[in-house]
Structure formats: C-alpha cells, structure tokens
C-alpha cells in the first residue's frame, strides 16, 4: 500500500513501531509493511485434538545470558481418542542459535517419549487416550527466545524481559495450544535475580528471597485466558498504587527514571476503569496494572497487566496536559480486558469482536467524557480512513485471506470499520438496547470465545430485530455505499427534488439522514435506500441554500449532493 495518513489510535495498539512518537504516527505503509515482512509470525493452524485446562510455567531467567530454563505442567483434556498429542513450542534453529530445545517430558514422574519439529513438539503416550480424559504432562525445555520473550535493554540501558504474544508468538518461549479459542487459566513462577520487579497475569502468590541473589516470584490468575494475553514483565520498577475500584487495585508500573512523571500520566486510568465497569459488566480480573514496557506495539492488552510502549510517559509537563492521546491509548487496551481478553474472538478472521470493540468502546468513553461533538469528529475522521483503506485492499472486515498473515488483519477494517458497524448498530438499535446487547453479550461469552454469527444472534435476540443484512453487509462484505446526487429547488411550487443513487457494485441498503438547510431554517429529513437509484421531492416553505448528507456522522459512506443548476 501507498503512504497513507492514519489514526493514532491504530497504531497505539498493534502496530505502532516504537522509533515514531504516538503524537506523529502518520505513515501507515511503512510500518505495516515492517511488520508484515519483519515479525516472525510463524502461523500454527488450531491444534483441536486437545482443550488445555491450566498452565503452570516456571522460567528462570539470569543476567549473564539470554538462556532461559522453563518446565511447563499443563492439565490438558483429549478431544480425540488418539495416542499422541502436541503443543506449540518453536524449535532450537542452529543457524541463528535461537529457539527451545525440549529436554525431558513426563507423567506423574515417567518419561513420555517426544520429538520436535519446527514448530511442536510431539508426546507420544503409547496407548489411545480416552476421548474427554484429563492429563498432566510436564515439559521441561532450555533456549534462546527467537521472539514472544523479549530480552533487551530499555531506552535507560537496563536489562528488560517482556513476553509479547500476540498474535502467536506465545510458542516462541513456552509450549501451549497458541490459539485464541483454546483458554486455559496460567500461573508464572519467575526466578530471577533479586534486582528485578516481576509483574504477570493475576494476583501474587508469593515472593521469596533465594541464595544467590536470585527471587522467586509466583503470579496465578484463575480466569480463562488465550495465549496471546498470557505474560511477565520482568525489570527495574518504581511502582504505585494508583487508587482501588470495586476492590480492583490500579496500580503503575514504570521505569524508575520516569517515576514522577509516570506515575502522574499513568494515573488516567482511574477514570477510565469506572466507565467500562458502569457500561459493559464487572471487570473480570482481580488488579489492573499498567506497565511501562519493552513491547514492539503501542499497546497490549495482556489481561490484568497491560503493557504500554517505553515512550508512552510524556517527556514534559506540556506534553502530559496535551496529550489526550495517552488517554486515548489506555481507554483502547482497557476496554480489551472485556473484549479479546475474556471474551475473546473463537478465530483470527473475527478479530474485529477485539480491536472494534476496542475502539468503539473508546468512542464511547470519549463521548462520555468530552460530548457528542467529540463523537461525530472522531467518527468522520475514522470514515475517511477506511474509505482511503478500501481503495488500497478490498477485504471486508470478516477477512479470511490473512490466515497466513495474520500481522495483515491489524488493518483499518478490523478497528475502525469495525468500530463503524457498532456505531450504526447502535444508531439502529437505540442507545439502550445496543448497551443491553453489550452487556448480554459480554456476560455470554466471557471466558468463552465468539464468531460474528454469535454476536449477532445475541443482538437480534436482545433487539428482537432480524439483523442479517445489517451483518452481511457491513461486517462480511467488503467497500461501503459510494453515493452521488443532485438537488434542485422549485421556487414556484416551492418543491424540492433530491435524486440520488449508489454507484458501488454491491447494493447496500441503509437509511441516510440529510439535513435541508435555509437561512436560519433546517429541515431534517431520513431517506431509506432500498434500490440503486432513489429520487424525492420534499415541500419547502423556505429556499435551501444547502443539502447536507448524514449530519449527525452515522452512516459508513462515501459520496456528495451538488446543486442541479
């Protein structure tokens, strides 16, 4: 694609490449074409042969090397009467030195017999698991991290660890099914030197000192999660409890250079945790920590432990009061602990139940905090992207061409258009039924996964609506309405005629609101569109000087009405 002006609010989250600042992100090409060609994204097609119900993984990290050590138990159950199974787990590769080499795998302390391939590595048990039986194995394996652990050191030349999962970069550092739609509750247990902070997924169980300077650190979170928000953050930390909220701590975690700083900008959160609870549903995890990181995107939304790029602290106070941005940015990642985290896309092709929700739930806080008008800005300025967007790619938002590819769904049609289609069904549901479908679909699906179709049947059941075409058409087929038209008044009969018509190819079918506008006189009017060509006459009792399309920013279109002279 050709450079193209894009949102912050995109690249805060995925793919935001961590050398431009979020203020003045704007070439969209370049960065996504880093990401596309640059990230290991080996893709692993869903390993359905087993449901895995927890993972315990302890990792021991050091200080001399890059090496580190892990033993995984994972309880899994068999979904098919078979006599091997296999996990996630990349390969030692001796040509770059990086990768895990698998030492030993067991059952209740007898050795399985294994192999590794590329990508796996296989168990064989001997004898067909029964279909439905529960198993623990334990894998204990050594390596270089090729990706999904970053070790490095931060922009102050301290050492760093952060896992960074998504899409499937999980099995580049630790043995798992790598896919969203298999969830499973996780505990870390980190020994590390005693220097370090370590921050993962859920509450702490414990922290204890070890001979040789070393800790061990002990996080367990009981929730359902996939793999792609299953973390640690481990680094030199000041840290802060910023306020509590329903019994939810929220607390900072930045570097200690950026203490003050830090912890003043990080402090946004406070507002923003109250919205989503009071809008969407309880907050499903037990803390909410916000953690300055080493992350490649912007933002991730690792459940309960969100990791923002290193940069995301304001390097002065002008900056701190200005920078909406960062508000913008923690509103997106938490609004990802409902939607992507627990209740999470069943596969890649749905992503949009993520990162639209997301950014459609940012809107919606954004309206709450600054008004409508902040609405309708933000939502013209999210059209005229995707617009540009579909002239480069046609991919409707449901998009399975991008299953070999999967840094390719980060792409406007995924957020903002996604984001577009909730804003119209909401139009088109009303203010309270489009929130109590939120929440009936949050509380029936969380620590679950979705398809488009089950959102959908949960709307159409609360709206008691058929929304068939409503979902075809703006969510599985690819372009919106591209409209053309004239208006011309009659100042005898004081009629005016409007004639419009679509010139797409695919017919979509939709109601435009346009605004009659005369002096101080407005007249609004709503056209439904139901064929190709559509023509109107409307009496006036004033002249018009203007016709307006869509005034109020809610419809998804391209197009103009020009005076017939």
């Known amino acids: 694609m050709c450079a193209l002006k894009i949102n912050e609010r995109f690249f ?248 003050d700083s830090g912890f003043a900008q990080y402090a946004v959160s406070k507002n923003i945790l109250p919205f989503y609870i009071n809008y969407i549903g309880p907050y499903p995890y037990k803390k909410l920590a916000n953690v300055q990181s080493k992350t490649i995107f912007g933002g991730m939304e690792n459940a309960s432990n969100i990791f923002y790029y290193q940069n995301s602290v304001a390097i002065n106070s002008f900056q701190h009061k200005h920078n909406r941005p960062l508000e913008d940015l923690f509103a997106h990642e938490t609004a990802h602990q409902w939607f992507g985290d627990e209740a999470s896309e069943a596969d890649w092709q749905h992503v949009w139940l993520s990162e639209g929700f997301a950014t459609y739930m940012t809107h919606l806080y954004m309206e709450f905090r600054y008004g409508a008008d902040s609405l309708k800005k933000r939502m013209k300025h999210d059209r005229d992207l995707i617009i540009a967007f579909y002239k480069k790619r046609q991919t409707p938002v449901v998009d399975t061409s991008s299953k070999n590819n999967l840094m390719k769904l980060l792409n406007i049609n995924s957020y903002e258009k996604g984001s577009w289609a909730l804003h119209m069904l909401r139009r088109k549901l009303g203010n309270e039924v489009f929130q109590k479908g939120i929440r009936t679909y949050y509380a029936t699906y969380k620590g679950s996964n979705a398809t488009t179709d089950d959102f959908m049947h949960v709307m159409e059941k609360v709206s008691k609506q058929n929304l068939q075409l409503f979902f075809r058409q703006w969510l599985y087929t690819a372009g919106q309405p591209e409209l053309t038209g004239k208006w011309k008044y009659d100042v005898n009969k004081k009629i005016l005629n409007i004639s419009m018509q679509q010139t797409q190819n695919y017919l979509f079918r939709f109601p435009l609101q346009i605004a009659i506008q005369g002096g101080s006189q407005t007249l609004f009017k709503t056209i439904d569109f139901n064929s190709r060509n559509v023509n109107i006459n409307v009496s006036l009792t004033f002249k018009p000087q203007s016709v307006l399309l869509d005034p109020d920013v809610n419809l998804l279109f391209e197009g103009n009405i020009d005076e017939e002279k």
């Open 12 to 259: 805060s989250d995925k793919i935001f490449f961590e050398s431009f600042k979020l203020q003045s992100v704007k070439y969209y090409n370049f960065i996504f074409l880093f990401f596309i060609f640059f990230i290991n994204n080996n893709v692993v097609a869903q390993n359905k042969s087993i449901d895995v119900k927890h993972y315990n993984f302890a990792i021991s990290l050091n200080d001399s090397n890059n090496i580190i050590h892990g033993n995984a138990a994972i309880v899994f159950v068999a979904k098919q009467p078979a006599g091997k199974v296999y996990f996630d787990l990349n390969n030692f590769n001796d040509s770059t030195g990086k990768g895990m080499k698998v030492i030993r795998v067991s059952e209740n302390n007898s050795e399985l017999k294994f192999n590794q391939d590329a990508n796996r590595v296989n168990i064989f048990f001997g004898y067909a698991l029964p279909l439905d039986s529960e198993k623990k194995v334990q894998i204990t394996y050594e390596g270089i991290p090729a990706d999904g652990l970053i070790i490095d050191t931060n922009k102050f030349a301290h050492r760093t660890f952060f896992a960074d999962n998504w899409p499937n970069r999980a099995h580049d550092w630790i043995p798992c099914n790598d896919h969203p739609a298999d969830k499973a509750s996780v505990e870390f247990l980190v020994t590390a030197p005693d220097h370090y902070q370590i921050v993962a997924n859920g509450v702490l169980v414990e922290e204890s000192d070890l001979p040789h300077h070393l800790k061990l650190t002990h996080w367990k979170e009981d929730m359902a999660l996939p793999t792609k928000v299953m973390v640690i953050g481990v680094a030199d930390f000041a840290v802060q409890l910023d306020t509590v909220i329903n019994y939810i701590p929220v607390t900072s975690w930045v570097f200690p250079e950026n203490r």
